[in-house]
């Protein structure tokens, strides 16, 4: 019977033992252990160590801890509120529409694939984007003013998606457009961008 992390990390893309990290590499090109908690077992060739082909070179789920705690505390107030003063319908409302922002805005999932970068906004998935590969023409890792904000903002560098914190990768596309992804781990999603991205323009 599966374990209840498993259906937690399934949903969310990371688990309570705290493996938040999913990274799937055809070799160990990262540097990251074989014993790494993100790391397949070891496989056929091409495959994820389960015999499937592989999907992607670089995943990562960032939690927005600040996004998901003070959503959480609204909604507890709202419903101890409505304890004690009675339960309106408004408040029921309030409550769906708080717990909503929680399933599409909460975490920020990137993933690097043969072909396209993704990025992914909370477990739902409802909102996404992808560029091709064979757009980018560079990327770099940067410091957000902290003005800039969470969730989907515009920049003087262009669009920004971010979940927590100010660290992120700015992405420069071919046709002069660019956009920043915010992560907490700004290095290694830049080295596998620039490691794909070599391996589709060559």
């Not at 992390?5 to 033992?17: A, F, T, Y």
């Not at 705290?18 to 070799?27: P, Q, S, V």
Request: some cysteine; hydrophobic content about 45%.
């Amino acid at each position: 019977m599966m374990r209840v992390s498993e259906v937690i990390r399934g949903w969310l893309g990371w688990c309570p033992n705290g493996h938040m990290m999913n990274i799937k590499t055809r070799d160990s090109g990262y540097g990251v252990s074989a014993f790494s908690p993100g790391m397949k077992s070891a496989g056929a060739s091409g495959s994820d160590g389960a015999g499937a082909p592989d999907r992607d070179i670089y995943e990562h789920t960032q939690r927005g801890m600040l996004i998901i705690g003070a959503v959480s505390a609204a909604i507890l107030l709202i419903l101890t509120i409505s304890i004690v003063m009675g339960f309106v319908w408004i408040v029921g409302m309030v409550v769906a529409i708080l717990a909503f922002m929680l399933a599409i805005m909460s975490t920020l999932t990137i993933s690097v694939g043969s072909d396209r970068l993704r990025i992914r906004f909370g477990p739902v998935g409802l909102v996404r984007k992808e560029w091709l590969l064979s757009e980018i023409v560079s990327v770099r890792a940067v410091t957000n003013s902290w003005y800039y904000g969470w969730g989907i903002r515009w920049t003087p560098h262009g669009p920004l998606y971010n979940v927590s914190g100010f660290l992120a990768v700015e992405v420069h596309l071919a046709s002069g457009k660019a956009f920043r992804i915010g992560t907490d781990e700004p290095d290694a999603l830049k080295a596998a961008i620039e490691r794909a991205t070599a391996t589709t323009h060559q």
